[in-house]
Each structure stands twice: as C-alpha cells, then as structure tokens.
Nanobody, 115 residues
Framework: QVQLVESGGGLVQAGGSLRLSCAAS????????MGWYRQVSGKQRELVAS???????NYADSVKGRFTISRDNAKNTVYLQMNNLKPEDTAVYYC?????????WGQGTQVTVSS
C-alpha cells in the first residue's frame, strides 16, 4: 500500500512560517495529484491546497497568498510552505493522495499557531 509520512509541524507564533513535508512511497506519486488537508478536533477535515501531477496548484481562499504547495517528483515529496500563519491555521495537517489512485492519508502533523 501507499504510505505517506508528514513532518515539519510544530508551534509557531502568529506571523511565523512553517514548511510541511510529505514523503510518499510507491510509483504512483509522479502520476497522482496530491493534497494537503487540515482538521481541527471535532470539526470537518478541509482541503487547503492541492497540486496536479504536472504542478498546477489550487488553494482554499483562506490560505491564498500565504501558503504554497509544491512537489519534487525526484524525491517523492510534496511540500506545504506556510507563511504569515494565523491562529485559525491551528490544526492537524494531513497529506493526501486523492482518487483515482487513492485515497491514502498520512498520519498527520500538528501545527499550532499562538496569538
């Protein structure tokens, strides 16, 4: 099965930055879109950014201009650069392989933004 391992989460002050990484196993990485989701405990998981196999990206309105998704196919890794973080960005962030090749999910990495 495909395995996804997120890293890079942590505690940061409002206005700060973090870069999340998602290391993916398997040969499907190069041909699959990838996504980053986030979830607050007790709330719905929401899509924050996605990137196609050829590098085209989309963002939730709440993170446009602040977050950047990218991928390095040679390293089987997708990144989420998060700048100008806000307390409302606090959540567990999950890497995702969507359909048709998934869904597959990573274990999540906690991002906490203090005010």
């Amino acid at each position: 099965q495909v395995q996804l391992v997120e890293s890079g989460g942590g505690l940061v002050q409002a206005g700060g930055s973090l870069r999340l990484s998602c290391a993916a196993s398997g040969s499907i990485f190069r041909i699959s879109a990838m996504g980053w989701y986030r979830q607050v405990s007790g709330k719905q998981r929401e899509l924050v950014a996605s990137i196609s196999s050829d590098g085209r990206s989309n963002y939730a309105d709440s993170v446009k201009g602040r977050f950047t998704i990218s991928r390095d196919n040679a390293k089987n890794t997708v990144y989420l650069q998060m700048n100008n973080l806000k307390p409302e960005d606090t959540a567990v962030y999950y890497c995702n392989v969507p359909r048709p090749y998934g869904p597959y999910w990573g274990q999540g990495t906690q991002v906490t933004v203090s005010s």
